[in-house]
């Protein structure tokens, strides 16, 4: 079992650059693999990115692809979102997801989730 808390979330302008952390708790984090989604109002759940148990391996949405970095840091239990050149269309609710079994797009994967962060992005 593991709990993930989101934070980092907030209005920001167009072009600006923000950060995200999902901090783990409940087991050690390294034997997860990790991920972001968002979801607009609306909108389905998009898969943003995700990285593997070790940080090797990363993937992204070709939404986001070039302009968002994912990354962990398994002696904190956390991961992270760094988000540039941000978009309209990138306001979402920003959620942190933890997978026993496996990594990559698919949302059925992660059996953990987190509350969300909100991230709005306006002129």
């Known amino acids: 079992q593991v709990q993930l808390v989101e934070s980092g979330g907030r209005s920001v302008q167009i072009g600006a650059s923000l950060g995200l952390s999902c901090v783990a708790s409940g087991r050690t984090v390294s034997t997860y693999a990790m991920a972001w989604y968002r979801q607009a109002p609306g909108k389905e759940r998009e898969f943003v990115a995700a990285?593997?148990?070790?940080?090797?391996?990363?993937a992204y949405g070709d939404s986001v692809k070039d302009r968002f970095i994912i990354a962990r840091l398994n002696a904190r239990n956390e991961m992270f979102l760094t988000m540039h050149r941000l978009k309209p269309e990138d306001t979402a609710v920003y959620y942190c997801a933890a997978s026993s079994t496996t990594w990559g797009r698919d949302a059925a994967d992660y059996e953990y989730w987190g509350q969300g962060t909100q991230v709005t992005v306006s002129s």
């Open positions: 990285i593997s148990r070790d940080g090797a391996a990363t």
